[in-house]
């Protein structure tokens, strides 16, 4: 089959008939729409892999149903529609992604957008809201906006999850400890006020069994790998509720029965309403891409593969279209499942599929008893989702950044928990821009007085065999962090000794040194020896604050080049 550019270079100038036009048409979908799946059964599969992935996947689902009917009920809906999201979209995301172990469904990000959208625009209006942002996905992925998705600033992806999940928790609080509340404030200091106003009708069993939850959850992992502690803690204290009658609230006090049957719905809309739905819709697709090409990004570092960013966009726009319609939530690559996956052996799709058959099965046959599960017991599995979606380790680090990234980090996290993640992600976007133009504007008035050292010696040809040597040439943030580590990362692989050039370089960002860090930590690990040379006194402060003069070490960073080449040939 001839290439895009030779069937173009054949057509020339000439008017293009219908029938070529959509030759063209269909080639160039080919080349952006190129599912993972159908690809690795090209290549063929080995038995033996496929029963891993059949394994893993089950082991997966079992993983998955806590989280899912957790999921659905936090943000506002009924339990089912957890289940249907993770069943449909979680087939269609890992049959049509291109990700080998993605594992999609329902996740923690998004409790707080759908409970807004249910809140202020009803479940029509979350159906009408995911469907658009499904179409902006296959957008995105059509028009190959995939990578550029990945620029996003590290600072900005940790301001808005640390919001999420202080908000997640906040939600949680009225459950967990069994107060007699009725409606609950959608605001998070009004919703404290509220807790703090009835702590007097607190509930000390509900307090307990939320207590036990979290242990189940956390220590179940020093007794078995393989059945994760929501689903212990979910079984041995819905158990426990039932047979000594326990005075808790359950499920089964909000939403009765859970149906175990699926069915097609078609939301009420007006044409001329649709407008007000772009904004949700847009908060949705762009979590949702963000979160999904996160996930499938530290999936390839765990399995060493490489995912195809528009594929696994257009993908899960597709998941988001058609799940709605069985009354189904918003669906993304879940980044938890997605290592569970890996870690229990999971290197296909097989294993995505197997993990949403594995929950229809569940729902079909055990649903019913689903209504029996404590509010104390979904709200401890939230409590440790939302202490693992922190990342406060990470959110401390940026704040010994420079004032740039604390800035972008502070802005966004305190405007997703206080205003609204929409908001956040635009101002924080939006910062992040003019701060940057900021950054290089006075970086080029710097540079008019930096002077090249005379003594750095520019030819690489006497060096030794085994030392590699690549430059950073500007700055290292967040528009280029991934490029230069990729890059490093291929050369370095092939070396004994890399020396990283950084003469012209004059800042780094969060991205960059997390970034510099990932490549670096993976060189040493493949026995790479890492030297740095030109490294200005700002940039050796921010790779000081970041852990990356310690995994080095002081004396492999030099002030200039020859004194790196001498020390490299030493080691080799």
């Known amino acids: 089959m001839p290439t895009f550019l030779q069937l173009h270079s054949r057509l020339g100038s000439k008017p293009v008939a219908p029938e070529n036009n959509h030759m063209l048409n269909c080639l160039i979908m080919a080349q952006i729409f190129r599912p993972k799946f159908f690809s690795i059964l090209k290549s063929g599969l080995t038995r033996k892999q496929i029963s891993s992935d059949i394994m893993a996947g089950i082991v997966v689902g079992i993983v998955a149903l806590p989280l899912a009917i957790a999921f659905a009920v936090a943000s506002g809906v009924s339990p089912e529609k957890g289940l249907v999201t993770a069943v ?3 087939f269609l995301i890992s049959f049509l992604g291109g990700s080998r172990v993605q594992i999609g469904g329902p996740t923690g ?9 249910v809140e202020q625009y009803g479940i029509d209006g979350l159906i009408i809201s995911t469907i658009m942002a499904g179409l902006f996905m296959i957008a995105f992925g059509i028009l190959k906006l995939g990578v550029l998705l990945k620029y996003i600033p590290h600072p900005l992806i ?3 999850t640390s919001g999420i999940a202080l908000v997640i928790f906040s939600t949680q609080i009225k459950d967990a400890l069994g107060l007699d509340v009725g409606r609950v404030p959608s605001g998070f200091v009004d919703k404290w006020r509220v807790y703090i106003e009835n702590i007097s009708t607190l509930n000390p069993l509900a307090v307990i069994f939320t207590l036990l939850t979290i242990l189940i959850v956390v220590f179940s992992k ?35 029965e859970i149906p175990n049957t699926f069915s097609f719905v078609i939301p009420h809309f007006q044409l001329a309403d649709l407008g007000q739905y772009v904004a949700p819709a847009l908060t949705i697709a762009l979590l949702g891409s963000i979160e999904s090409l996160l996930s499938a990004v530290v999936s390839d570092g765990m399995i060493s593969g490489n995912h195809r960013s528009n594929t696994e966009l257009i993908a899960q726009g597709i998941a988001n279209v058609v799940t709605p319609f069985f009354g189904g939530i918003p669906a993304t690559g879940a980044i938890a499942r997605t290592a569970t996956n890996v870690k229990n052996g999971g290197r296909t799709p097989i294993a995505g599929i197997t993990h949403a058959i594995t929950l229809l099965l569940i729902m079909l046959l055990v649903a019913k008893w689903a209504k029996l599960i ?9 409590i440790v989702v939302a202490y693992n979606m922190s990342e406060w380790r990470t959110f401390v680090s940026i704040l010994k950044n420079s004032w740039f990234d604390i800035l972008v980090l502070l802005s966004t996290f305190f405007l997703t928990v206080l205003v609204d993640l929409t908001v956040a992600i635009q101002v924080g976007i939006v910062l992040s821009a003019l701060l940057f133009m900021k950054r290089m504007a006075d970086v080029g008035e710097k540079n008019l007085d930096v002077e090249v050292d005379s003594d750095i010696i520019e030819d690489y040809s ?14 290292l943030f967040f528009a280029s962090a991934k490029q230069y580590a990729e890059i490093i990362k291929s050369i370095g692989i092939k070396s004994e000794v ?14 960059g040194l997390q970034n510099l860090k990932s490549s670096i930590v993976a060189l040493r690990e493949s026995k790479v020896e890492i030297l740095l040379s030109g490294v200005n006194a700002d940039v050796k402060a921010d790779l000081d604050k970041a852990g990356i003069t310690k995994i080095i070490g002081n004396d492999n960073i030099f002030d200039l080049f020859d004194k790196a080449v001498d020390r490299a040939k030493q080691k080799v």
């Open 109 to 117: 990000a998004f409790i707080v957008i759908v409970y807004a959208i």
């Open 158 to 160: 940790v301001g808005f």
């Open 374 to 382: 404590p509010m104390s017991v979904l709200s401890g599995i939230l």
């Open 222 to 256: 020093k007794l078995t790998k393989r059945v994760p502690g929501s689903f212990i803690a979910i079984v041995l204290l819905t158990v426990a509720t039932q047979l000594f009658n326990l005075p808790l609230t359950t499920i089964e006090s909000f939403f009765d």
């Open 88 to 90: 449909i979209a979680g």
């Open 498 to 511: 890399l020396i990283i050039r950084m003469r012209h370089v004059p800042f780094v960002d969060a991205t």
């Open 462 to 475: 006497a060096l030794p065999s085994g030392i590699s040597i690549y430059e950073i040439s500007g700055p």
